[in-house]
């Protein structure tokens, strides 16, 4: 399984580069505008920056026009950037045919704000890379996220798409581990719900002894 950091946060997609486990970044409007980050010249700079921290990594980059013109001009001005660029596209009828132009021409594509299968099923035939289907925000309107990444999975193991599945919208660690046991490819979450997954009291109870137990015998 890959992990993605969801955040346009520097700092911590820096800890999460150090500490060995990256595999990407995913970012949105709504994150780059909590960093700050405005203005074209000031997000794509960013991106490159992003780009330079996580080295091998794919950056999910978004497009804003909501056209199939402008997503088109924006996504191969973001691909131009840096060739770890994944261009984001959200699920709209003009998406689904940006989609389809950026599969054809081999730059990869994540289609985002993916709520139901069936969007899921339409963003695989249009040959996305990622599918990122919300499934925190599905929780908070009382509807089950991690039943669509299984239903999602079913359907892409029946027909065998290549369209990876990127559970977004992660919000804490048991959502990770949910994720893993459906088979998601990639998930991609905050860095305190990857952070979250080290803890364990009986961990921290058994180093303390241990750590105890050596200094009694080398006083
Ligand atoms: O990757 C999608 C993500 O940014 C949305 O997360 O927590 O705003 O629902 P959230």
Redesign the pocket.
């Known amino acids: 399984m890959k992990f993605f950091i969801?955040t346009a946060n520097l700092d911590q997609i820096v800890e999460a580069q150090n500490l060995g486990i990256l595999d990407g970044v995913?970012t949105?409007p709504?994150?780059m505008a909590k960093e700050g980050i405005t203005g074209q010249d000031n997000i794509m700079k960013h991106y490159v920056d992003i780009c330079n921290i996580a080295k091998d990594g794919d950056i999910s980059a978004e497009v804003i026009s909501t056209d199939y013109e402008g997503m088109v001009r924006e996504g191969e001005a973001l691909a131009n950037l840096h060739p770890n660029i994944v261009v984001k596209i959200p699920m709209i009828k003009d998406g689904v045919k940006a989609l389809k132009y950026f599969s054809e021409k081999g730059i990869k594509t994540n289609c985002t704000l993916i709520f139901s299968a069936g969007q899921a099923l339409l963003a695989a035939k249009a040959g996305a890379t990622y599918v990122?289907p919300?499934i925190?925000?599905l929780d908070d309107v009382s509807t089950d996220g991690l039943a669509l990444i299984e239903q999602i999975r079913t359907i892409y193991d029946n027909y065998m798409f290549d369209t990876e599945i990127l559970a977004?919208?992660v919000?804490h660690p048991m959502h990770i581990i949910e994720c893993a046991e459906i088979g998601a490819d990639v998930m991609?979450g905050p860095l305190s719900a990857i952070l979250a997954l080290l803890n364990h009291p009986l961990t921290d109870i058994g180093l303390e002894k241990f750590l105890a137990d050596y200094a009694k015998g080398n006083k």
Do not use: K, Y
């Open positions: 969801d995913t949105n709504s994150l990122s919300f925190g925000r977004a919208s919000r991609t």
